[in-house]
């Protein structure tokens, strides 16, 4: 009767997990070659909250790319706090071989996965905005209007894969005449349920597992 009550409790808690809204605050910039990248994850009206921040990127050739990250996670008055490092390796010459002939079906199956995930996202909040200068105005003037075009571009995707929920985003992109530079700044607010994560993340491992068998 425990087993049955317990293995209950634990379908409800999942039950209760999956329908849980979650909010994503996506923020991206980058000043000439400094990039800071911070993600914050809210749930359960900021009773549980998860903060990743990334500072710039550094590269080492020899050893590939290192990504230092700061998570911070609270749960209810407690807070916990770590400093991680990632480093990214390089692909060896063998794994491409092996990889290549189930290289399309693997694609594949990454497509209908993020598709699946995108049309569960919803975007509650956009702003963009670039500022670029060069030595010459008119090459100045140039990069600003292709600045323009490229932000009509990743727009037209993203409100093709994503839900919407913006009536005007903030778009703006500042021409620097005086002095030379380039700062991009990004952010945005994403609406989900913890449960179309933990799905996501089981379609990617079944792809994943599925290519490797071939």
């Not at 992109?173 to 030379?180: A, K, S």
């Amino acid at each position: 009767m425990r087993i049955l009550a317990l293995f209950l409790a634990l379908l409800f808690w999942l039950a209760l997990s999956l329908a849980i809204k979650a909010q994503i605050d996506f923020r991206y910039r980058r000043k000439d070659e400094r990039d800071h990248l911070e993600i914050g994850l809210r749930a359960l009206h900021g009773l549980w909250q998860f903060n990743l921040q990334v500072p710039t990127i550094q590269f080492s050739w020899e050893k590939g790319p290192l990504i230092e990250m700061d998570p911070s996670v609270r749960s209810g008055q407690t807070r916990s706090k770590m400093k991680t490092q990632a480093r990214f390796r390089y692909v060896r010459h063998h794994f491409l071989l092996r990889l290549w002939p189930r290289l399309h079906r693997i694609m594949a199956g990454f497509r209908r996965a993020r598709a699946r995930f995108y049309r569960s996202v919803h975007c509650t909040a956009l702003e963009w905005r670039v500022a670029i200068g060069c030595r010459d105005p008119v090459h100045t003037a140039l990069a600003a209007g292709a600045f323009w075009s490229v932000l009509g571009v990743a727009l037209t995707r993203f409100y093709r894969q994503i839900q919407v929920r913006v009536k005007k985003p903030l778009l703006q992109v500042t021409p620097l005449f005086q002095t030379p530079g380039f700062s991009c700044d990004i952010h945005c607010i994403f609406q989900l349920r913890i449960g179309h994560i933990i799905f996501a993340g089981i379609s990617l491992l079944r792809t994943i597992r599925l290519g490797k068998r071939g």
